[in-house]
T-cell receptor
Framework: DAGITQSPRHKVTETGTPVTLRCHQTENHRYMYWYRQDPGHGLRLIHYSYGVKDTDKGEVSDGYSVSRSKTEDFLLTLESATSSQTSVYFC????????????FGPGTRLLVL | GENVEQHPSTLSVQEGDSAVIKCTYSDSASNYFPWYKQELGKRPQLIIDIRSNVGEKKDQRIAVTLNKTAKHFSLHITETQPEDSAVYFCAASIEYGNKLVFGAGTILRVKS
């Protein structure tokens, strides 16, 4: 597996609390992505980054923000978690462009009560 | 924007039979089409991909075909084995923005 880690791997939180998920890579890849995976929906892009401090929205970005201050770290923040954000969150990286092989992290299972 | 539809949503085959999963895409400018396999509780992993300048690509028991005119591509698995049981996702690149759009996935069950 590519050098991608996610933390935490599991989290239970309450509605209304802020949550930050971290993706860390050791591959020095330029592009990083956050997806959520829900039954029947496949992988849906939340936000992505094409360089340090360069980010853009995906198809399901409402309620989420991201930051990338270093090449190796991409943070996903749920400002005020809701039950609809209960999901499995995957980080992915790709080397040169977003339109090529993406390697996925192990995932974070988030439960919002 | 790009839309990727994947069929069937579930597929059951007998061990040794072939399995075919089909995807259609809407953006004629898409030029990269990967397939990912995800085992239960694991991360998606790339199994094969194809670019728009190629019509077919094979890797042992796995092959992918692309029909640009019809805007569809398919995954073919021959001589299926129980370890092929997983969820398979197709994806397509989009012209504007460095992104892939994924299909909803196919649950493949190989019965022994």
């Amino acid at each position: 597996d590519a050098g991608i880690t996610q933390s935490p791997r599991h989290k239970v939180t309450e509605t209304g609390t802020p949550v930050t998920l971290r993706c860390h890579q050791t591959e020095n890849h330029r592009y990083m992505y956050w997806y959520r995976q829900d039954p029947g929906h496949g992988l849906r892009l939340i936000h992505y980054s094409y360089g340090v401090k360069d980010t853009d929205k995906g198809e399901v970005s409402d309620g989420y923000s991201v930051s990338r201050s270093k090449t190796e770290d991409f943070l996903l923040t749920l400002e005020s978690a809701t039950s609809s954000q209960t999901s499995v969150y995957f980080c992915a990286i790709s080397e040169h462009t977003g339109r090529e092989t993406q390697y996925f992290g192990p995932g974070t299972r988030l439960l919002v009560l | 924007g790009e839309n990727v539809e994947q069929h069937p949503s579930t597929l059951s085959v007998q061990e040794g039979d072939s399995a075919v999963i089909k995807c259609t895409y809407s953006d004629s400018a898409s030029n990269y089409f990967p397939w990912y396999k995800q085992e239960l509780g694991k991360r998606p992993q790339l199994i094969i991909d194809i670019r728009s300048n190629v019509g077919e690509k094979k890797d042992q028991r796995i092959a992918v075909t692309l029909n640009k005119t019809a805007k569809h591509f398919s995954l073919h698995i021959t001589e299926t084995q129980p370890e092929d049981s997983a969820v398979y996702f197709c994806a397509a690149s989009i012209e504007y923005g460095n992104k892939l759009v994924f299909g909803a996935g196919t649950i493949l069950r190989v019965k022994s």
